[in-house]
């Protein structure tokens, strides 16, 4: 991906994929008491999505 438009519109990037997994999205909950746990969570896609997505989660 070219980084010049992305730096033209001041998105913040990160070299770091842990960061890049951890923040891919806005709506998952981040408990910055276990970021470790948070960050493995990210990594194999198991977080729960919070807010408004709460509707379309399956019943469990």
């Not at 010049?4 to 909950?29: C, E, Q, T, Y």
């Amino acid at each position: 991906i070219a980084q010049a438009p992305h730096a033209a519109r001041g998105d913040a990037f990160a070299l770091n994929p842990l960061i890049k997994v951890a923040f891919a999205d806005n709506n998952l909950s981040f408990d910055w008491a276990n970021p470790r746990e948070c960050i493995a969570k990210g990594a194999i896609r198991e977080f729960m999505p919070s807010g408004e997505r709460d509707l379309i989660n399956p019943a469990l």
